[in-house]
């Protein structure tokens, strides 16, 4: 009698310590979760893969999804979001993630795509994105009907961003050409004001100095100096033209990085999961 | 037990630096960790463009000319990153000579110009400004 | 018999548990010690979070921050030392946590730091037992500042032979910036001389030389405006260019002989390096 209680007990012990490990599923998970919260996410994702093929969740692949998003490892992403079910609850939060996922990496086929193909979740969010990210790059403009996705403060937002792409404040480098005849004219109509100070003394100063040196008939400082004097007013000419270029692109950059500023902050529209309560 | 005055805010400073993790890539440990590694992205970019230049054309060989009996010399004058000299090699490889020449002009009088500070980025304390900035084409990477 | 059972029950369970732990030490343990310092970090992190009694929290934030370090990476390596020092218990943990940190500025040449930690460390009576260790560190802290001088010179107090030897060795290989500069503003390009490099130095030479006979000339011949210019734009340039030269050759050489150094170092002094 008292041996098999004690033989029992002894598998008991043993089961218990087996249970107790720390590489058991439900401790990983917890750990992972752990990680995941911490925001130590490649840890987090590797936790969970060793999950994916026993107990897989729709939450443990929209988590890892979330991490691999965050970690900036787009493509797995992805294909962990596309990997959750129709049926599933978490669906259209997946289909809106990826969307994000997308806007990310510029991807405008994609998102397009990825809207497309989901019609049928709810995907408010992802619309939204959609507008956004159209506006940037195709220049189509949405409706009034569609502007009122938005909420007040986002709405003013758009507004600003259509007009500034409407009617953007681009420099012709045409006109920039033309208007360096006077040198460092042009460099001014581009906005780099010193620039084209410095650009007219300096080609007044070698033309000076060329038309002083021919007169005193020093022929040879004469030549050099109105060769560095055609220089700089060629140079003038063509920095104007590329300035202005330069001018339009700066422009173009700006209104992406402040668009991508503004939607950080607002979570690129999308809805906060909060995984760690 | 010691308590720091400082100890409290250090805490809080480590707790919000641990929630804002780097590991997010795979590393490995480093073979002789008091010496910084070489090959890292910086020091390839700030590396000159006139040490390594193979002569291949003209204007190669004028240029590396003048960086052995000139440039060593006459101590360090440009504010800028490449400097003058190293614009004019770089644009040549990717502009025509003519063009390299309008831009080298170009740049001295920007070099010239006192006042231009705040539209450049800076590396080591030069303002960044490389040919590949002038042209009329898109950069290749957007990002 | 049936509470003796329970007993025996629990506390063999209690043991077991206890011995999860340990099992988890020393699989992170052995991570460490292969070098696979990520995976490392994972296992002590696993060991932090399940270590509900917090015995073995120090040690594990003390060793990912050495994970960290090996790795240099070592703003991590700051904030888990950090930590550790949040759990530090006795004077000797505590005055660890100090110096693994002041270690951790040594090697990122932030001296300024490393000095301060060491006077606070040195003026805490708690800390009088490890007076060596401090000037240990203290000399290290000079040697990264390439006062090879003073480095010796507490090497030698502590009677560390080899250290004093191997930083007199640099003292006498190391050359001195400002008699650099003092002799090319004598004769340019003398100090590049004195570095070694011959050639830059006299080609500096040739072009003061040309350049002051140019200016000279001009002055003499009353063409003062010529002779403006070419003081201005000539000559001065390449004086000052001829100084910076000097300066810069024997700085840079200075950071190349201490950047050798540090992989002798490695290799022959592995345990009391920073």
Redesign the interface.
Known sequence: MFKIIYCVICSFIILYAQNNSYHSPENIRLFADYLFCQNDYLRAIEEYKRLENSTASDTLIFKIGYSYLQIKQHNYANKYFDMIERSSSLKSLAVNYNSLNFFLIKDFSSLKNNYRLNSDSDLNDSKKLLLVSSILNENIFPSDEQIFLFDDSDRLFVNDLIIKKKYPDYKSPTVAGILSVIPGAGKVYTKNYTDGLTSFLLTGLFTFLAYDNFRNSHHFRGYIFSFAATGFYLGNIYGSIISAYRYNRNYDEKIITETYDYLKQKNYFIKKVNFCE | ??RNKF?FP??IF?LV??????????????N??????NNDIKSNELSSSLNNTRISNISDLLVKFYKI??S??????CRFHPSCSEFFVESTRINSLF?S??????R???D??I??SG?YKTINNRFYDPPS????Y?KES?Q | MSKILLIFFSISSFIFSQNDLIKQLDYADSFYFHQNYYDAITEYKRLIFFDKEKSFIYYSFNQIARCYKYARKFEDSYNFFSLALTEAKSSKEIFDCKINICRLNIIEKKTKNAHRILDELEKDSLFLEFEKEIKHWRAWVFYFEMDYKKAKDIFDELNKKELANFSEKLLEDSYSVQTAKILSTILPGLGQFYIGHYLNGAGSFLWNLLSVYLTINAFSNERIFDGIVLSNFLWLRFYVGNLENAEKFAIDKNEKIFNESLNSIYSNFSEEIP
């Open positions: 037990m010691i100890l250090l805490v480590c630096q641990i929630s804002a993790q780097t590991d997010w890539v795979r590393w490995e440990g480093v002789n960790y008091l010496i910084e590694n009996t000139i060593d010399f006459d101590g360090d004058n063009t020449v309008l831009l080298f002009f170009d001295l009088t920007r010239t110009n006042f231009s539209r900035d002038y042209s009329y898109e957007n």
